[in-house]
């Protein structure tokens, strides 16, 4: 897969402006096209009262979202401007409200870059929720943190493998990065190593990886052991597969994947 052409999930707001800079990084790596995108559609109480308010609040809600529609695009234009890019960006805003949703969208993009989902937030309806998109869009998804600012691209990456479907496609479409990148730990955790860890290793070693493999048993939850090892080897970027048992069991109980990406301190690059 060649990164030509970057899709970044854009609201304005202080908690995708890290992952906006990100993609900025990674199309002038690649020298691909940058698409900002925000996606909208009836704010809370527009969606929850509709038939009882008053015309006139109805108006004053849409016309807020429109000045932050508005805003959005603003601080987009003038960030790729800052970076030398305006011939090379486009930005985006789509009523998923009566057109398609934002992961349908996304299916044509090589990779998707944005920042964590706020729930509970007054902006809730215009913000993507990452595990949704990873899920649904077809498309590798990297999660950039809130507060997240570094010089360049990560030079060593670390590499969660437990041998099943998601890890496999995740080490596929994250391979254009992982061949540049100075270091990859492939991380394994449990009782043994999990199975095709060194045909993963020697595989990643033909395409020219400066592979190494490490091996964790595991000491509470998975995602813990996962951002600790993160921290030990000083990756400066997760590489995983998304949702191996089903959105909704990790909505009720928590899982790896959402655990990884609520702590982390740097971006996670998700394929499911």
Do not use: C
């Amino acid at each position: 897969m060649s990164i030509k052409n970057v899709l970044v999930a854009y609201t304005g707001h202080d908690t995708s402006m890290s992952a906006l800079r990100h993609a900025i990084k990674i199309a002038d790596h690649h020298d691909g096209w940058l698409t900002a995108v925000l996606g909208y559609g009836q704010p809370p109480m527009e969606r929850r009262m509709a038939a009882y308010l008053p015309r006139d609040m109805l108006v004053s809600l849409r016309e807020f979202d429109r000045k932050q529609i508005d805003n959005a695009r603003a601080t987009f234009q003038a960030t790729v401007a800052e970076h030398g890019r305006a011939d090379k960006a486009s930005f985006v805003d789509l009523d998923i409200e009566h057109g398609a949703p934002l992961a349908d969208f996304a299916r044509t993009f090589d990779l998707v870059v944005m920042g964590m989902h706020r729930p509970g937030s007054t902006d809730a309806h215009m913000a993507a929720s990452p595990d949704l998109m990873a899920l649904h869009s077809g498309r590798p998804v990297l999660v950039v943190p809130a507060d997240f600012d570094a010089p360049g691209l990560a030079e060593n990456m670390l590499l969660a493998w437990d041998g099943k479907r998601a890890a496999a496609r995740a080490v596929g479409d994250a391979m254009p990065l992982l061949r540049e990148r100075g270091r990859v730990t492939v991380l394994t955790i449990g009782s043994k190593p999990a199975p095709g860890t060194d045909q993963l290793i020697a595989n990643l070693r033909h395409h020219d990886v400066d592979a190494r493999h490490v091996h964790q048993a595991r000491k509470g939850s998975v995602g813990r052991t996962i951002l600790q090892t993160a921290d030990s080897e000083g990756a400066k970027a997760i590489v995983m597969g998304a949702f191996e048992h089903s959105k909704f069991s990790q909505d009720l109980w928590g899982g790896v994947t959402t655990d990884v990406m609520r702590d982390a301190h740097v971006p996670v690059f998700l394929s499911h």
